[in-house]
């Protein structure tokens, strides 16, 4: 069976899902983006004045954090900050449900923040990355894609 992949930022709690960015959630999906999930983390990266024509804070933001490309087939509790497993164990026992320790992408579903939909936005707002997004998704279906998506880029 296929892994399907997030780009997950342990340090602060935060995921990014590269289907948000046109990318299949796929290992080689990912790596054979030639923009989406790639200019996504670029943008997170970014140690530098940023290049992006938007006032967004999430740029330069993932700069020196531990971030993990983790799997849904990923070792239970591998590369998961023990604060975080311990707050999932409890929030998992006041909910009334046996707990199972989840790896690192189950974990990201239930308890971290996903921020695709935040930095495609802010994405948007840069004339020369609303282009290139622009052509990417207009070859999906609009079902997939978030209407206020849609709207940002003029679709």
Not at 22 to 43: C, R, T
Not at 45 to 52: I, P, S, V
Not at 102 to 112: C, G, M, S, V
Request: proline fraction near 5%.
């Amino acid at each position: 069976m296929a892994q399907t992949y997030y780009l997950i930022n342990t340090t602060k709690g935060l995921y990014l899902n590269p289907h948000v960015f046109g990318d299949g959630p796929k290992l080689n999906e990912f790596m054979s983006g030639s923009f989406g999930s790639l200019a996504a983390l670029a943008a997170l990266l970014t140690d530098g004045d940023a290049e992006f024509d938007s006032d967004s804070e999430l740029f330069g933001s993932w700069a020196g954090d531990a971030i993990v490309f983790a799997s849904d087939h990923g070792q239970p509790g591998s590369l998961i900050p023990e604060d975080d497993l311990e707050a999932d164990e409890e929030a998992q026992a006041a909910a009334g449900k046996p707990y199972e320790t989840p790896n690192l992408y189950d974990l990201a579903k239930r308890r971290y923040e996903d921020i695709s939909k935040d930095l495609l936005l802010a994405l948007c707002q840069d004339e020369y990355h609303r282009g290139v997004l622009r052509e990417r998704l207009r070859r999906w279906s609009r079902d997939l894609v978030d209407p206020e998506i849609v709207r940002a880029l003029g679709l």
